[in-house]
């Protein structure tokens, strides 16, 4: 039998960091996780696979809480439902594997210069090599703190969110 996949601290610790994340680092994530190659996410493909006891493609709370005790957690973080609210985007009450690769990333990974690229040319869809309200509407589906995102995201205050702003906020913990 293949050994078993290992759930390392930082895993819990990455899925509790991301649950506080705007919605656009949310969905920048989600864009650099579904780009990654293989050998980046292995370790994260196996230990989802794992996870996932009844093999349907997504994460409950049971599995993950289930997941953490076979791992040697004595104390299954209490805040695990609100981790998982948080974690899953579309919320539909579980996580698949995308938003658990994008929750879990470590931030050496997301924050690689081809990764913010590869995710910022996602929302700045005219490639004007700027992020307006208008792309970030579009990729993030009229959400009403949208302007709120944009401003805390802009520091130069141009209405646009450019690549080094975009990378700053990929950057921040």
Same mark, same amino acid.
């Given at each position: 039998?293949?050994?078993?996949?290992?759930?390392?601290?930082?895993?819990?610790?990455?899925?509790?960091? #991301?649950?506080? @994340?705007?919605?656009?680092?949310?969905?920048?994530?989600?864009?650099?996780?579904?780009?990654?190659?293989?050998?980046?996410?292995?370790?994260?493909?196996?230990? $989802?696979?794992?996870?996932?006891?009844? =093999?349907?493609?997504?994460?409950?709370?049971?599995?993950?809480?289930?997941?953490?005790?076979?791992? =040697?957690?004595?104390?299954?973080?209490?805040?695990?439902? @609100?981790?998982?609210?948080?974690?899953?985007?579309?919320?539909?009450?579980?996580? %698949?594997?995308?938003? $658990?690769?994008?929750?879990?990333?470590?931030? @050496?990974?997301?924050?690689?210069?081809?990764?913010?690229?590869?995710? $910022?040319?996602?929302?700045?869809?005219?490639?004007?090599?700027?992020?307006?309200?208008?792309?970030? @509407?579009?990729?993030?589906?009229?959400?009403?703190?949208? =302007?709120?995102?944009?401003?805390? $995201?802009?520091?130069?205050?141009?209405? %646009?969110?450019? #690549?080094?702003?975009?990378?700053?906020?990929?950057?921040?913990?």
């Amino acid at each position: 039998a293949a050994p078993a996949a290992q759930l390392q601290p930082n895993v819990v610790e990455n899925l509790r960091r #991301f649950r506080a @994340q705007s919605r656009l680092k949310k969905a920048a994530l989600q864009i650099v996780a579904d780009r990654l190659e293989e050998g980046q996410i292995k370790a994260l493909r196996d230990l $989802f696979l794992e996870l996932d006891t009844d =093999g349907d493609g997504t994460l409950t709370g049971d599995e993950i809480s289930k997941g953490l005790q076979k791992a =040697g957690f004595t104390q299954v973080p209490e805040e695990i439902k @609100q981790i998982l609210e948080g974690v899953d985007s579309d919320g539909n009450g579980v996580i %698949n594997y995308t938003e $658990f690769l994008a929750a879990s990333l470590d931030k @050496q990974i997301y924050t690689q210069e081809d990764a913010c690229w590869a995710a $910022f040319r996602v929302f700045d869809r005219d490639g004007d090599g700027k992020i307006s309200i208008e792309e970030l @509407q579009h990729v993030l589906k009229n959400d009403p703190l949208l =302007g709120e995102e944009l401003q805390k $995201f802009d520091k130069d205050g141009d209405g %646009n969110i450019d #690549f080094q702003e975009f990378q700053r906020m990929m950057r921040k913990k």
